[in-house]
């Protein structure tokens, strides 16, 4: 069982940046896949970015077309946390940012949502034009 819980989402303006932060209970962080979703007001939860497990904290890293050049996935996996580095931030990021774990055992990051199997509860950022 794997807990997750985002911060780091907020009120910014068009251009601006935020880091999204997502801590991770359990002592196999690093076995996990971890993506970046996020849902937006009468829309379908989408992709963001991903990043494989691997040994150390590195990780394939896959990016959504919209946010590719802007946004960036780590991990630390020491401190059982993914980030998203987001810049540029555009008015249509506006969304609730999610966080979540595939216990894949590929070395690759999927981008449907039903594949993985552990969720946070969610961070608003907003992003005013």
């Known amino acids: 069982q794997v807990q997750l819980v985002e911060s780091g989402g907020g009120l910014v303006q068009a251009g601006d940046s935020l880091r999204l932060s997502c801590a991770a209970s359990?002592?196999?962080?690093?076995?996990?896949?971890m993506g970046w979703f996020r849902q937006a007001p009468g829309k379908e939860r989408e992709f963001v970015a991903g990043i494989s497990w691997g040994g150390g904290s590195g990780g394939r890293t896959y990016y959504a077309d919209s946010v590719k050049g802007r946004f960036t996935i780590s991990r630390d996996n020491a401190k059982n946390t993914v980030y998203l580095q987001m810049n540029s931030l555009k008015p249509e990021d506006t969304a609730v940012y999610y966080c979540a774990a595939d216990r894949t055992t590929m070395l690759v990051v999927r981008t449907a949502s039903h594949e993985y199997d552990y969720w946070g509860q969610g961070t608003q950022v907003t992003v005013s034009s």
């Open positions: 359990g002592r196999t962080f690093s076995n996990y896949a």
